[in-house]
């Protein structure tokens, strides 16, 4: 038994350790927003968050986690940047097919939580790891800044 | 897709009379047939019965008021409206877009409106396009706005004659307006829950008033937000690849590396031992490996040896197969266009100071790649048939071939349709292609539900590409800078022959999705000879996401450049010049260069460049900004797109597939190819089969020609004209033509 912390709760899963973190959420915590695009870290449909910092679930094998690490998916993501990221994302109507977003919008929490005031290069570095092949990269730009100006108001 | 249907039904002044054809079909019985042989089919033509419908000239009264609303409308007592969609939704927004046309006739209020997806019915639900249920060439909203308009509009008036008899008042009296049935003189309202269930009992009236344009309170308003924009943005949406079924197993699947290749011999015994693998099975489409999950289930396929049998495959590379296609190419083809002298006017151009301009362009295969992976669960069921839960493109053909591999009726075949990660064309397939791979494994594997997953890597070689295709172009201008010539050869395969599709679209050796945007070119060319060749290999082909326009207009456009230059004019003048009689493609034109301030000097090693063109009866033009920089490396700066699609349902709907298609045409161009070596595929993942990402996408600038003209679509016209508008650019600074894609291949990405 493997214990992991998502979300906040503590979760026992009978697994083994080079089970990517990705399989772990979606085939045995049923945790479905955290979404297979690649399996090799280039697509970033599987970003979530551990103890705050963005990473690629799908190489991340669950035995790299230690009891202490949290994990922080779609489904629990919460506090000033998550709301202002995803209100961005409702208002300007950001998304298309929609898989990818849960990872652009755990990567968009990511880069707003350390820094209210990106640049347009600040946003390519943060985002460029997230594919989105409807291509609403000109909506995810627009609505990273509108969140952002919501945080620093 | 389709598109000869969809002109021809364009041509007939009013689209849904095509319904009322029936097309060359094989019979349901012939179709099972050759489904049971082990063929893909499809019938097209099987079309469901439409009512008469007035012209559009005619007064907003049509009627019978058939199809009954509520195969489209469920309006509950908790007050929600809810718009059944038998099309499906991959991110274009359909759900939005038909939700609207109803809730407009109906009047209701947004905030009441939901979207789900109808259940697969080919009687009930099929595209009038198509003859059965299925989505796909840009058809939805044009396929379905008379019956939803009519299926709307006579809802309300069931809902208003209900209130109109409890009040004891004239129906004329009653009112609605966003969502509340009121009668005005004595204060009293009723909401639409309020009278569901009693408006429900009523016949469905046979006469209807459809409402004028100017009336609209919800088409056309842009601030309508999406259905699904809350839903996909805090992960509760459900895609097929989310769906667990109680006792559910997760297959993988092994195929043939090469394409035509099959199972010679398989070695399963490391596999077996995978902690999680189930069952390891041999099928005539590869190896599952059936697991507790996927992890299992993919480290079980990696141990697994298998001897595969090369004796059918194809075993070229993409270089060679493109020296075969070269010396196609010295030989005549099936002709698609002859008129005039081609070959006698380029002889007399050249002598009378004119200029003869040769061009040879490439395109590479290219995969569809959708950001979820293709991917279906089936349960089978007590009486035979079987439940699918998938992203399913073409219902309608996937009840027919499902039903031909278990051995039951299709309409045993029950889907429930999810929304779907993106499709480009690759969840529409002839033979149902994943789906029937995962009934195979279903009916193989009966104990439990089975999800079939495809990979990243079975995705992006797994073929199904827009096909490999070289043109070869020679035009004229003559002295005083007219284009009076123009011939073409195309070589590359068609993703019709050998489907039941062929009987429709190919014609006399020639697939017109093979030539469409080439043979009927807008421009009037006195003299022009399009011909084609269709070479045979074991490599999937499969629409793309503006199928043959793809190369087409690419081909066509940045030839005009090189020719408006050689005559010494401007590149919107020379097509302005050219376009006198088709008023909507010149009025994109205007419309983009006007917008994007054509005309305007540029700072040194800016350029800027256009491109105009019709696909799917929707008019677009795309202006493009690039640097090239002192390295000669090019960055899109902006784009201004114009498109005239008739009636817009939803403005910001079309303005985001402007967007999307933008990204989807310059991503492609720019680094976007799959070769082979041997036969084998070289890319595998988003490492190699390098996708679009934040800091290529330029600025785009979207305008929409306000039209009441029929609606037409938006989702695959945004693509054609955007890379050769940037190749042009390019072109602008270099004079180089980019004639070989992708750009990565000049070294200039």
Redesign the interface.
Known sequence: MISINVNGEERQVD??GD??LL?VL???L?M?????????A??G?CTVHVDGQPIRACQTPVSMLTPESKVT???GVRGKAAEAV?AA??KL??????????GQ?MSAIALLTDNRNPTDAD??SA??G????????????AAIKDAAQTMRA | MLHHLIRQAARSGFALDIAAKPLPTPSRRSFLKAVGAGGGALVIGAHLPMPALAAEAAPKIIGPADPRPQLFIIIAPDNTVTVLAKHLDKGQGIVTGLATIVAEELDADWAQVRGAFAPADNKLYANHFFGVQGTGGSTAVANSWDELRMAGAAARAMLVATAAARWNVPAGEVTVAKGVVRHAASGRSFTFGDLATDAAKLPVPQQVKLKEAKDYVLIGKPDLHRLDHISKTNGTAIFAMDIRRPGQVTAVLARSPRFGGTVKSVDDAAARKVPGVIEVLTLPVGVAVIAKNTWAATQGREALKITWDDAKAETRGTDAMLADYRKLADQPGAVAANKGDADKTFTTVAANGGHVIDGEFVFPYLAHAPMEPLNAVVALNPDGGCTIWAGSQFQGVEQMVVAGVLGCKPEQVKIETQWAGGSFGRRATPNGDYIAEAAMIAKAYPKAPVHLVWTREDDIKGGRYRPLFLHRIKAAVDAKGNLVAWKQRIVGQSFMAGTPFEAVMVKNGVDETSVEGASDMAYPVPNLAVDLHSPTSPVTTLWWRSVGHTHTAYAKEVMIDRLAKAAGKDPVAFRMEMLKDHPRLAGVLKLAADKAGWGQPLAKGKGRGVAVHESFNTYVAHVADVTVDAKGQVKVDRVVVAIDCGEVVNPDIVKAQMEGGAGWGIGHALRGEITMTDGLVDQGNFDSFLPLRMSDMPAVEVHIVPSHERPTGAGEPGVPTVAPAVANAVFSVTGQPLQTLPFSRDGIV
């Open positions: 697994v083994p089970m990517p399989w979606r085939d045995e049923n479905t927003g955290t979404k297979f695009g690649c399996g090799i280039q697509c449909a998916t779609i489904e995803q994302w409702q109507d950001v998304v298309q097919c929609g898989y990818c977003q849960s919008i946003i390519d985002m460029d997230n594919v989105c092949r409807c291509a609403t990269y000109v909506r995810i730009r």
